[in-house]
């Protein structure tokens, strides 16, 4: 398997992502910071290697999202993503 | 909506779908409900506090008795599934995190045909759609194109042919990569540019195109998607790992 197979979706860190939000991060639109795309986090790509996650944004690949579980902490950097539009229906 | 929390889930039934996967049903007294495609974090703890975190989709439509199945295909050296395939018995029980993902789901009033693609156990968010558009009483037109090692491989059968038999507004393609039945038109192999522009719905029409399976599966089946003038935002995808599970 090539490495550039190893992602899955942004969906699968729906669990991860509700341990801190109240709402679905993952039906929500992000754009990413680098180059601008927009799209439902769900469509990032998702790199799920212990000890946290990786979101990449599934156009440029650049960082959208890192969320990482050490020591009874989780560590978000969400600088990757200029905003993220929820739906509050 | 509020913040989701573990819940406990009692088996109440188990039924193998084929040699290696299984549906098993649990009762989930606090159950919200939940949307066809979403699935569930499993969380199994060990006597000495060692857990482990899966997340496997829903099979089933949601339903007045708060009742979830989940299929689960057993990895070779998972950790596990196959502990959910061999061991699980009725009357134990499990934690769940859910419903989980707003994303990649079918809701009943899309009235736009809809194009499902699975590549093995990909299958299983796919058929909680086909039985919530049956549920629901919904008249969308359901395409399914489902890539599978062999006829042994498949999951619930009899069920998507009894479906298929008795409305024809759902209808079933198989693609067999290794062992096809004598009957199959096709020789066995993997799904091509061709199989894909035949078996699913023009793009003209507009489909909502929902493919599930292992990454490689995903990207190759979403790529002929998109070849056959499908936009990408019409193009929904859930990849597992390269090891079949989601994490």
């Known amino acids: 398997m090539s490495s550039h197979m190893d992602y899955l979706d942004g969906n699968a860190a729906a669990g991860e992502l509700s341990k801190i939000f109240v709402m679905d991060v993952t039906a929500a639109e992000g754009r990413c910071a680098h180059c601008g795309a927009t799209k439902r986090f769900a469509e990032a790509h998702l790199y799920m290697h212990a000890p946290g996650v990786v979101a990449r944004c599934a156009d440029c690949e650049h960082v959208l999202l890192r969320l990482v579980n050490v020591h009874q902490r989780v560590l978000l950097d969400v600088r990757g993503m200029t905003y993220l539009s929820l739906d509050t229906a | ?247």
């Not at chain 2, 606090?30 to 066809?36: E, I, K, S």
């Not at chain 2, 997340?55 to 950790?79: C, D, F, M, Q």
């Not at chain 2, 759609?129 to 008249?139: D, K, L």
């Open chain 2, 1 to 247: 909506m509020g913040r989701l929390r573990w819940l406990v889930g009692t088996v109440v039934a188990l039924h193998d779908e084929t040699a290696t996967a299984r549906t098993i049903t649990l009762e989930v007294p606090d159950w919200p409900g939940h949307l066809a495609g979403q699935h569930v974090d499993v969380r199994l703890t060990a006597p000495d506090g060692y857990s482990a975190v899966r997340s496997y989709s829903i099979a089933s439509a949601s339903n007045s008795e708060r009742r979830v199945e989940l299929t689960v295909e057993r990895l070779p050296n998972g950790e596990v599934s196959p502990y959910l395939t061999q061991e699980v018995a009725v009357s134990d029980r499990l934690e769940l995190l859910g419903p989980l993902g707003g994303w990649f789901v079918w809701r009943a009033q899309q009235p736009e045909p809809i194009q499902l693609i699975a590549g093995g156990s990909g299958m299983v968010p796919l058929m909680a759609m086909i039985r919530s558009r049956a549920a629901a009483g919904s008249t969308a037109p359901f395409r399914l194109l489902y890539s599978v090692r062999e006829p042994g491989a498949v999951f619930y059968r009899d069920e998507l042919q009894t479906r298929s038999d008795r409305d024809r507004s759902v209808t079933l393609a198989y693609a067999y990569t290794r062992a096809a039945p004598k009957d199959s038109s096709r020789p066995p192999g993997r799904i091509d540019a061709e199989l894909v522009a035949e078996a699913t719905w023009p793009s003209k029409l507009g489909p909502t195109c929902y493919v599930c399976g292992p990454t490689p599966f995903v990207e190759i089946a979403a790529g002929f998607l998109s070849a056959c003038g499908n936009r990408p935002d019409k193009i929904k995808t859930e990849r597992f790992g390269p090891t079949g599970g989601k994490k």
